[in-house]
């Protein structure tokens, strides 16, 4: 009864602090539904007596200050007919401006869109006009056209960032990077109002560090529409599949259902040489590898929106991805052994979501995910002496975890606003495996663990948006972190200010911290043996690493940037080979790193001839330094100047036809004690829209001359290897969509399994 009072109380206290420093505001747009930037809005009384004026901001938005019972708004601009509103709430709502008729002779005015616009320290992106020239299906693939972002191995990354989180419309989110990829992939481009980047997210999002979040278009109409779309692509071998999207709304029930198929297979293939000493002698083993993957992929999303009122909205979805049966198999033969290794799998997660937004600043929500994961694997094999080993493994992980959070806001008076809110996630992980049938010399041990996994954390934030666009934000985060008997305290300070000089100098300032935790499997002390030679060990009490950045933006003209940045990860870790000094055995291991260290700059350089030829120079500069005076009995201190430049080329033939040729260049770097070659990476497309734009054909083919993948080697104090896998990564894909019903908005909140499976 007590706790009921007091949650009573909050509520109370929320609505009140939100009615004393409430203001009259709105928003205006015009007949497309676009934010209308620079528009005068002038409050009367209803006998015109003058109370106060603002101009509205770059997303249509103004505030202000007096809230009188009875008033009238005049919204005037250049290019809008004049509007006279009237009004008896502090919320004047969206207010719609219709364009004046202009009729010139002979007079041709030529404009150039904006690259990037900034709207409350937030660096904004159209996509729709980002990718109108781009050979992009979706989304996803326009988000990998953004400025600074590159895609390698499904990995995204930001120039400058030493950690990139994709979210969805603002909202924390629980989804792994391969989920969200794959919805994002399923996601029209025209159905994304923006991508907003922020290299210091707001703490209310309950992400650190940077981040994009995709806007999507909100809808409030009755309509049915969907999207149906199917795919094929080789890579040494022939996969593809098939996705269905498709939505029902009304002004007050949303209704999204999404399902997608795919058929996975894959090869990697790996020619590993290795001078391993050991008792002063020295062995040379020479060793390739064929590693497939096949296995068919289902993932499914129901997601339910209920605009109780105006501006009360509630969301409850449930999301499963399923992978049955699926199927590896690691085939080795060299000098030292030759092994025969098969991994039979079947995943399953499930995960629902329940967010509620209330009129008051207030948001709410929660969700519970259970993941499984059963393995099964048979390993053979003979070493060069003859000698032979094999065993059966039996392996799985059961995870149940559970989150929840609130945030309010409160706009002050002089556009001060202030946040707080709370957030807990509780993570119970049990983890097993049993050998049986065990042969030979491998050492084999049956482990049983337990893991619970608490966070709790609370912050408070202050912002200040100037009439000039000048903005400032800053927030500080405290975290309590346990899992078994580590428990760690700690704070985590963010801050954002952007300054606009005119619309063409806009400087930012960002400094953020973020903390990134390893997998589940990682802290267990097992061990998973890859072949005869290579194995995969657990590391129990590995720390999570934290992150720390500063990054500084100059913007010229709204479309060239200037970046400066550097970062500092304490606890870093991350899984590097090491050659075993009391057995013939490469070891892979994550472990903790003192430090890595990155100190760099970014330029960004956008042209464009006409309307057929875009290009875009992106070059990167850094330097790391990486220390570690614990892996192993071979501490590093090493530094190494990288150098990054990627040249994106699109070619536009008429309306529905365009072609693109992309070219990146990596100079040679490091990780730990590895040692990786340059690499290049060259991609040309096609895409060809069709039937009134409602049908899309594209063809791609990326990485042509097998050339992505560095060569890796060690040379350091004693550790002699070398490992090529730059095979098969060239991709030819084709891709077919079909829109119907003008497909639009999805709200989406996804789940998290980035820390789960083997």
């Known amino acids: 009864m007590e706790c009921k009072k007091i949650i009573a109380g909050l ?29 005068t809005i002038v409050m009367q009384l209803p006998d015109s007596a003058y109370l106060g004026a603002t101009i509205s901001a770059a997303d249509g938005t103004f505030m202000l200050e007096p809230e009188p019972e009875d008033y009238q708004l005049i919204v005037q601009h250049l290019l809008y007919q004049t509007r006279q509103v009237k009004g008896q709430t502090r919320d004047a709502g969206i207010i719609t401006m219709e364009a004046k008729d202009y009729n010139l002779e002979e007079v041709v005015i030529k404009g150039e869109k904006p690259l990037v616009k900034v709207e409350n320290g937030r660096l904004g992106y159209n996509l729709s006009v980002l990718s109108e020239k781009q050979v992009v299906n979706n989304a996803y693939d326009a988000i990998t056209k953004l400025p600074g972002v590159q895609e390698s191995n499904g990995a995204l990354s930001l120039a400058g960032a030493s950690s990139l989180t994709i979210v969805m419309n603002g909202k924390p989110t629980t989804m792994t990077a391969e989920q969200l990829e794959t919805l994002l992939r399923n996601t029209p481009v025209d159905r994304v109002e923006k991508a907003e980047v922020m290299y210091s997210a707001p703490p209310e999002l309950h992400v650190r560090g940077a981040i994009i979040n995709v806007v999507m278009k909100r809808s409030n109409d009755y309509s049915f529409q969907g999207e149906l779309s199917t795919y094929y692509q080789n890579k040494y071998f022939s996969s593809g599949g098939a996705n269905g999207n498709f939505r029902l709304s009304t002004p007050k029930v949303t209704l999204d259902v999404m399902y997608g198929t795919d058929n996975i297979k894959m090869l990697e293939y790996t020619e590993l040489f290795s001078r391993h000493t050991l008792s002063d002698k020295v062995y040379e083993i020479t060793q390739n590898e064929k590693l497939s993957s096949k296995s068919w992929m289902h993932n499914v999303r129901t997601a339910l929106e209920y605009n109780i009122n105006e501006k009360n909205h509630l969301n409850v979805a449930y999301t499963g991805s399923f992978t049955p049966d699926g199927h590896n198999r690691s085939i080795a033969d060299g000098s030292f052994q030759q092994s025969n290794l098969d991994k039979f799998m079947d995943n399953k997660m499930n995960n629902v979501t329940v967010q509620y937004s209330s009129g008051i600043g207030l948001e709410v929500g929660g969700d519970y995910t259970r993941y499984t994961s059963d393995n099964n694997q048979t390993m053979f094999t003979q070493l060069s002496d003859k000698n032979k080993s094999s065993y059966i493994l039996t392996g799985g992980q059961r995870i149940d975890r559970y989150s929840i959070y609130a945030d309010q806001k409160h706009n002050l008076t002089n556009n001060w606003g202030i946040g707080y809110g709370v957030a807990y996630r509780y993570a119970k992980d049990y983890d097993f495996q049993t050998y049986n049938n065990v042969t030979g010399s491998v050492q084999t041990e049956n482990t049983e663990a337990k893991l619970n996994e608490q966070t709790a954390s609370f912050y408070f934030s202050l912002n200040k948006n100037w009439t000039t666009g000048t903005s400032l934000s800053i927030s500080a985060t405290g975290e309590y972190y346990t899992i078994g008997n580590y428990r760690k305290w700690a704070v985590y300070p963010q801050a954002s200010l952007t300054y606009l000089k005119s619309p063409k100098h806009i400087f930012q300032l960002s400094l953020s911290t973020d903390k ?150 990596q100079t040679p770097f490091i990780q730990g004690t590895l040692d990786l070659a340059s690499s290049f990476n060259l991609t040309a497309g096609m895409q060809w829209s069709f039937a009134k734009r409602r049908c899309s054909l594209t063809a791609r083919c990326s990485d042509i001359f097998n050339s992505s993948m560095p060569d890796m080697k060690i040379r350091f104090k004693g550790q002699h290897l070398d490992m090529n896998t730059g095979f098969y990564t060239r991709m030819v894909s084709l891709n077919f969509t079909y829109r119907f019903g003008g497909y639009k908005k999805q709200e989406v909140k996804g789940v998290d399994t980035s820390r789960f499976g083997h």
């Open 516 to 665: 990134t935790y390893p997998g589940y499997w990682d802290m267990q002390s097992s061990v998973t043996y890859l072949n005869g030679y290579s194995e995969l060990q657990g590391t129990p009490g590995l720390r999570p690493m934290t992150n720390y950045n500063l990054n500084g933006t100059y913007i010229l003209k709204r479309k060239y940037i200037f970046g400066l940045f550097y970062t500092h990860t304490s606890d870093y870790f991350a899984q590097s080979p090491y050659q075993a000094t009391d057995r013939l055995a490469l070891i892979y291991k994550n472990t903790n790193w003192n430090y890595m260290r990155m100190i760099g700059a970014n330029i960004i350089l956008p042209f464009s001839i006409g309307n057929w030829y875009d290009v875009r120079l992106t070059l990167v500069g850094m330097q790391a330094r990486q220390k570690c005076d614990r892996f192993f009995d071979v501490p590093f201190d090493r530094k190494k100047w990288m150098f990054v430049g990627t040249l994106d080329n699109t070619f536009k033939v008429g309306k529905n036809l365009s072609f693109e040729l992309t070219g990146n260049i």
């Open 11 to 39: 509520f109370i206290y929320a609505g009140f602090a939100s009615s004393v420093f409430s203001q009259t505001t709105g928003k205006i747009v015009d007949t497309n539904q676009q934010p209308v930037e620079g528009a």
